[in-house]
């Protein structure tokens, strides 16, 4: 099992590596590979359970910790249903999938 620290204000640090708040994409593509999906100005992890939210000039402003329902199955399902999402729905069911069960770490006035 791997070991994650959250260092508030700081960054975390991941089995043996470290990745900073102000982090570049480049830092965390070479720390993580490419991402599992994108969105937005985010990178996602580990079946969309780890995200990265960068700023406009492309650092690290926060990184969250997406627990529990994965909404990656319940996409697949649709299809499988013959009855697709369409972008609003998913977006909509990762918000609720982010909000019950997440915790997470930003740069000092993230939450401006």
Known sequence: MEKIKLIPLVGMEFSDAKI???SSQKDVKNLFGEPYSTR???????NNELRFDFDDDGSIEFIEFLGGFDVE???AEAIADKKP??????????????YWATIGIGVRDYYR
Do not use: P, V
């Open 73 to 75: 199955d319940l996409i």
């Open 20 to 22: 900073a708040l102000a």
């Open 85 to 98: 999402m369409d972008e609003a729905e998913i977006e909509d069911e990762m918000k609720k999938a982010s």
């Open 40 to 46: 937005d100005h985010s990178l996602f992890y580990f």
